[in-house]
């Protein structure tokens, strides 16, 4: 018999919106601690009309899409369609009443998980303007068909469809810097993970939702996010490889915030773990990382942490030993060398390294490749006036750059 897992939609939403613990809502809602624990039941009663709607407006979404029965009157079946059906509504697909829906056969699931992994293949290559609306498009697709499966069918629809969310929001995130929007995005994926009720893929969303406050140096908030994502990894089974990129996550997160030591321990952790293996395998779609860009954390965090002559050798290596296939990531790599040589006092190294990945930049655009030549280009500042810094400025501030930055 199948184990109960309770309400995953308001579990779900709870934690993607910061309360880790049915204590914390709670605290927020003001009432207490057991009528949370009722909500998060396999059979939540709906909330009163004034907790209720204080409930929708701290988590984001309707009662619906977070679990609860419809009130009395509805059609049958609407409220419990699932937090995906209600996304679907939410980007204009045309609701279906349930009883008119047909029961996909168990192929669909595979179909539409191809196209999953071909968009996750396509990620590295394809530009992210253009990517983006099909990867969103291929998630209202997923929205439609999860009522229409059932058993494994869904389950799998489900894993797809949450994997397809997270893409969206690593490409809104990284790619578009609009981290709002990544936000909602990856609560979209943490709600799907939890209806295929997989919880490698909540972890990998959870980790990817910590990048958001520790950008903005809000630390407090990334490392709650990232217990979180610990948590769900220990329900895995978690591989090696998906436990070190947690400790590379919390690492940048650290790093970001200003304490490099802490991220670089978290560094030597992460790459201890790769050293000893694992007897599970990494899941399929954790290909943004192995130990070539844990190294990349690591040459960023000795950068900020002032470790110059180790930054160097560091991020040379990370540079031989990428795939060229790793575009987006080489112009990463080549615009924090640019910032070692800036540091270092060596403007016209630091532009050489720019200008390649500007080079870069115009064959795969990269918003936080970006970022690290703009970056380089404000700590250059005290050399304006030199040749190099002359040149690179004509690079930067070219049509066809500028135009490409300010359309993305």
């Known amino acids: 018999m ?52 204080a409930l929708t407006r701290i988590l984001g979404q309707d009662l619906a899409a977070l679990g609860f029965t419809p009130p009395a009157g509805e059609a049958p079946g609407h409220g419990r369609r699932t937090v995906l059906a209600a996304t679907a509504a939410a980007v204009g697909l045309a609701a279906v009443p349930t009883q008119a829906l047909a029961v996909q056969p168990a192929s669909v699931a595979a179909d539409y998980g191809a196209v999953t992994r071909s968009h996750r293949r396509l990620y590295w290559s394809v530009a992210p303007a253009t990517l983006h609306p099909a990867a969103v498009s291929h998630a209202t697709l997923g929205c439609a068909l999860l009522p229409e ?61 910590a990048f958001i406050p520790g950008w903005a140096g809000d630390r407090d908030a990334a490392v709650e996010r990232m217990v979180a994502a610990r948590t769900y990894a220990r329900r895995g089974p978690a591989s090696a490889e998906l436990l070190a990129w947690l400790d590379a996550v919390e690492a940048e997160c650290e790093t970001r915030c200003g304490h490099t030591r802490t991220a670089l321990h978290l560094i030597r952790h992460a790459e201890d773990l790769l050293a000893q293996g694992s007897e599970h395998e990494s899941p399929e779609w954790l290909d943004w990382f192995n130990a070539v860009r844990l190294a990349a954390f690591k040459g960023n965090t000795q950068l900020k942490a002032g470790h110059l002559p ?53 064959r795969t655009w990269y918003a936080t490749g970006m970022d690290r030549v703009r970056e380089v280009r404000r700590a250059l500042a005290p050399h304006q006036h030199e040749r190099c810094v002359r040149e690179l400025d004509d690079r930067l501030y070219g049509w066809a750059t500028t135009v490409s930055a300010l359309a993305r």
Not at 29 to 50: F, K, T, Y
Not at 339 to 352: D, I, L, T
């Open 2 to 53: 199948a184990r109960p897992v309770g309400n995953t939609r308001l579990k779900a939403a709870r934690v993607a919106a910061g309360y880790p613990s049915q204590q914390a809502l709670a605290d927020a809602l003001g009432i207490g601690v057991r009528q949370v624990r009722r909500w998060e039941s396999d059979n939540p009663p709906s909330p009163h009309p004034e907790v209720g709607q």
């Open 149 to 209: 499966t059932v058993g494994q069918s869904r389950q799998r629809v489900a894993a797809a469809l949450a994997e397809t969310y997270l893409l969206a929001g690593r490409i809104e995130f990284f790619d578009l810097r609009d981290a709002d929007r990544a936000q909602q995005t990856l609560l979209r994926a943490l709600q799907a993970a939890g209806e295929a009720d997989n919880p490698l893929l909540g972890a990998a969303v959870l980790a990817h939702t």
């Open 310 to 362: 180790q930054a160097r050798v560091t991020l040379l290596e990370v540079l031989d030993a990428l795939d060229p296939a790793e575009e987006k990531q080489s112009s990463v790599v080549l615009g924090d060398l640019a910032a070692v040589e800036a540091a270092a006092g060596n403007p016209e190294a630091a532009c050489k390294y720019a200008v390649r990945a500007l080079d870069q930049l115009e």
